[in-house]
C-alpha cells in the first residue's frame, strides 16, 4: 500500500503521466464515502454552522485542485480572466467532469449586483442524504460550494459560496442553489475591464 | 416458474450501476486523509480513524454487494479472496485486483491493485512515513466480511 516502506514506483509523481480522466467508480462507492466524510465532522463539531465550514474545507481543497487539473487538461492552460467566463468554466465544464452533466442553470441575482446564482434540481452528493427535522437548513452541498469556492479563489475571484434547498411547487425534493457572492475588488476589476 | 440467476461478472455490474467520475472519489478521499492528519496528527491514529470509517462502509456495502452480483455462498477463504479482487473491487471501483502470496496454510494471502483510483495524484511526503493511505479499504473489507461470516 502506499506509505508502506520507502519504496516508491516514481521518482517524482510529476512525472508520471496524466490520465484522460474517463475512469470511473461506482455511485455508491462514492455515496458511501461522502456519507463517512458527513458522520466524521459531524463527531467533530458541536453545531450544524461549524459542520457547514468543515464540509465547505474540505470542498475547498477539491476546488483547487480541480481547477488547476481542468485547466491543463481541457483548456490548454488558458486561465479564464472575466467574470462570466469563469462562471460558465464552473457551471459547463466542472460540472460535467465532475457531476457528468451540465449545471441545471445559471442565474444572476436580482437584487445585488455581485450574486450569482447555479441551481440544480438534485445535487450528487444529496441523493442519498436526507436531512433530519433538527438540523434546519443544513445542506450537505455545502461540499459543493466549498468546491466552487476552491475554484473560484484558485482563479483569482474571490467569492463567499454557500448552499441553500428552495422548495419548488410539485416537487417532492426542494432543488438545491450555490449562491455565490462575489467580493468587492472582483467587481471592481471586472468594471475596468469594461465588462 | 423461477430462473435461478447465475452470478455476475464484475464488469457486467460495473456497466449497469450508476458511475461517478473517478477524480471526484480521488480527490474527495483526499480530502478526508487531510482533514484526518490536521485532526489527530498521529500517523497511526489516522489509520485506525480510516480502518474504522472503512469498517462502516463495508457493513453496509456488503448488502449491496450480495444483492447486485448474485454470488453463492463462498465453499474456503482462496474463493472469498478471489470474489473479493475479481467482482468487489470492480464493481465498486471499476478495477480488478488479483490475489497473490498465499502462505502455506492458505489463510494468508495479498490482493493486489495495479491501478488504484484512491491514490491518482498522491504523494506522500517524509512527515507521513507509516501512514496507510488506503487504509479504509482494509477496513471496507474487514467490515463486509465480518457480516457474513459463519460465526
Keep these: 500500500m502506499i506509505g508502506v516502506g520507502k519504496m516508491k514506483q516514481y521518482s517524482n509523481v510529476l512525472d508520471k503521466p496524466l490520465n484522460k480522466g474517463k475512469q470511473e467508480v461506482s455511485l455508491s462507492a462514492f455515496a458511501f464515502l461522502f456519507s463517512e466524510l458527513v458522520q466524521y465532522n459531524q463527531t467533530q463539531v458541536d453545531n450544524i454552522a461549524e459542520l457547514e465550514r468543515r464540509l465547505e474545507d474540505a470542498g475547498y481543497a477539491v476546488g483547487a485542485r480541480v481547477l488547476e487539473l481542468l485547466c491543463h487538461r481541457e483548456k490548454g492552460n488558458r486561465k479564464e480572466t472575466r467574470l462570466l467566463g469563469i462562471l460558465s468554466f464552473v457551471h459547463s465544464t466542472v460540472w460535467k467532469v465532475l457531476f457528468g452533466k451540465v449545471a441545471d442553470s445559471l442565474e444572476k441575482g436580482t437584487e445585488h449586483e455581485d450574486e450569482y446564482m447555479i441551481s440544480e434540481k438534485e445535487l450528487l452528493v444529496n441523493r442519498f442524504i436526507s436531512i433530519p427535522k433538527d438540523m434546519g437548513t443544513f445542506n450537505c452541498g455545502a461540499f459543493v460550494a466549498g468546491i466552487v469556492r476552491g475554484v473560484l479563489d484558485s482563479a483569482g475571484f474571490p467569492a463567499v459560496v454557500t448552499a441553500h434547498f428552495v422548495p419548488m411547487e410539485g416537487q417532492q425534493r426542494p432543488r438545491t442553489t450555490i449562491l455565490i457572492k462575489f467580493a468587492e475588488e472582483v467587481l471592481r476589476r471586472e468594471a475596468r475591464l469594461g465588462g | ?151
Design chain 2, 1 to 151: 416458474m423461477s430462473r435461478v440467476v447465475g452470478p455476475r461478472s464484475g464488469d457486467a455490474i460495473f456497466a449497469s450501476v450508476e458511475r461517478v467520475n473517478a477524480e471526484l472519489f480521488t480527490l474527495t478521499y483526499g480530502a478526508i486523509v487531510r482533514q484526518l492528519l490536521t485532526d489527530l496528527e498521529e500517523v497511526d491514529e489516522v489509520n485506525k480513524q480510516l480502518d474504522q470509517m472503512g469498517y462502516n462502509i463495508g457493513i453496509r456495502l456488503i448488502d449491496e454487494f450480495l444483492a447486485k452480483s448474485n454470488v453463492t455462498r463462498c465453499v474456503d477463504f482462496r474463493e472469498t479472496a478471489e470474489v473479493i479482487a475479481k467482482v468487489g473491487f470492480k464493481m465498486f471501483l471499476g478495477v480488478t485486483a488479483s490475489v497473490t502470496n498465499w502462505d502455506a496454510d492458505g489463510t494468508c494471502c495479498s490482493i493486489v491493485l495495479e491501478d488504484n483510483p484512491l491514490v491518482d495524484f498522491v504523494e506522500l511526503p517524509d512527515t507521513c512515513q507509516g501512514l496507510y493511505y488506503c487504509n479504509i479499504l482494509s477496513g471496507v473489507i474487514r467490515g463486509a466480511l465480518e457480516m457474513v461470516s459463519p460465526l
